[in-house]
């Protein structure tokens, strides 16, 4: 459909997960390759960069290594399911007072800088918090767990704390009883419950500098392909989000970028960003997170890759988390303007209307400096716009492959239509 983009997997089969649906892997073995030309010549790009832009930092990234269906043992996953419910603000005054207040199986692909619309260098400001809001759908049971081969051209098609023993006085120590509350309990009940599980490394920002926007590219994808068979071992490909966020009157938001941008500057596209490592590991300074340090926070993890796609909402568009329904992940698109980095995608609604939304960007949040303009265009427009469209050629590759996405998982002929 379009060169720019593919979609390397999408949750079709269920019309979206859920974050109790998906799970994380962590492991340094999904860690970019190293070899001593590629770091030197990463260390020569970045050292360039900095001179020229000094407000530049190197944070670190969660790595995109792969993704795998799980439970295959399972039946075939329901054909009926629904969209999210966006919760409703806490009433209409709240709405009105934020806007009077407001103020400025394996699947592989083998600072204010804004260097690409899923800005990799950016230090978010706010922090991420949690959304309580929950959607109206129907829990899959599975899908296939078969491995998949890579999926790198097809844009119209993809795949679907210690409990302490008390000890009597003859030492018979009590037998340990798992917390079902703690993060044991939620471990085990995920292992049971998730479809997806994503494979996370650790990468970094001056990395995918020098190799994903590297004029060395191809050199680097064929040695990858050649000496590890993997033609991305060698890049960075730090992992993005988006959000097609629809509102209470059936609209999609799109924001025209800055013209000041590095990348698609003047473009259209949806709120993203990034999950941020250093919100896993407080109090760790950037240059010293490593996968020893997040051993164990696979849980944290998942939690700030899904609330970290309503935080960049909250940050560019200026709405209350309280208006955004819990996000649903649509599947995962590759951007190949950037060595085909990829970004997950995801749905929200939001319960305000799209004239509420203007009201409240125009306002400025703490992001606002990304973008210049708020567009709006009809969900079911957005279902049949395709590379013959004229707003098509406005669009960013991040938001070609939400909205890509977002008509193979809201399309599906045996669900539910939106609403």
Same mark, same amino acid.
């Given at each position: ?65 792969? /993704? ?9 996953? &329901?054909?009926? +399911?629904? *969209?999210? =419910?966006?919760?409703?603000? %806490? ?47 129907? /829990? ?9 081969? &890579?999926?790198? +051209?097809? *844009?119209? =098609?993809?795949?679907?704390? %210690? ?257």
């Amino acid at each position: 459909m379009d060169p720019e983009v593919s979609v390397l997997l999408h949750c079709g089969t269920w019309r979206g997960l859920r974050e109790d649906q998906v799970q994380v892997e962590l492991s340094s073995r999904f860690n970019r390759h190293s070899v001593p030309e590629a770091e030197t010549h990463i260390q020569s790009l970045w050292e360039e960069r900095i001179a020229r832009e000094p407000w530049l930092f190197n944070g670190a990234k969660f790595r995109f290594h792969s /993704a795998k269906w799980t439970n295959p043992q399972h039946p075939t996953p &329901p054909a009926t +399911t629904t *969209t999210p =419910t966006a919760r409703p603000c %806490d009433d209409t005054k709240s709405v009105q007072d934020h806007v009077d207040k407001a103020t400025p199986d394996t699947f592989t692909h083998t600072p204010h800088s804004c260097c690409c619309p899923r800005d990799t260098g950016h230090n978010k400001t706010a922090a991420h918090s949690q959304h309580d809001a929950q959607p109206s759908i129907v /829990a899959p049971t599975s899908h296939s767990g078969d491995r998949i081969n &890579p999926v790198v +051209t097809s *844009t119209g =098609t993809g795949v679907n704390g %210690d409990r302490e023993n008390g000890s009597s006085p003859v030492s018979v120590k009590s037998a340990p009883v798992e917390d079902e509350s703690g993060d044991a309990g939620r471990k085990r009940k995920r292992r049971e419950t998730a479809l997806l599980s994503l494979q996370l490394g650790l990468t970094c920002y001056k990395d995918y500098l020098g190799t994903n926007w590297s004029e060395s590219v191809p050199e680097l994808q064929e040695k990858g392909r050649a000496q590890l068979g993997d033609e991305q071992a060698l890049l960075a490909q730090p992992l993005g989000v988006g959000a097609v966020m629809a509102t209470a009157d059936g609209q999609v938001v799109l924001l025209r970028r800055s013209l000041k941008v590095a990348e698609a500057a003047g473009q259209l596209d949806i709120p993203g960003g990034h999950p941020e490592p250093k919100a896993v590991c407080k109090g760790i300074s950037e240059d010293q997170i490593t996968m020893e340090t997040m051993q164990g926070q696979e849980e944290a993890v998942l939690t700030e890759i899904f609330s970290s796609v309503l935080a960049e909402i909250r940050d560019e568009v200026n709405i209350p988390l309280s208006c955004l329904s819990e996000p649903i992940l649509l599947g995962i698109a590759l951007n190949h303007t950037s060595a085909g980095r990829p970004s997950a995608e995801f749905y929200v609604r939001c319960s305000l209307t799209a004239e509420q939304v203007k009201a409240t960007y125009t306002l400025g949040g703490p992001e606002a400096n990304e973008s210049t303009d708020i567009v709006f265009l009809k969900e079911t427009e957005l279902l049949s716009l395709n590379n013959s469209s004229p707003l098509w050629l406005e669009l960013c590759p991040s938001a070609k492959g939400a909205i890509i996405l977002h008509q193979l998982v809201m399309s599906t002929k045996t669900s539910a239509p939106p609403r």
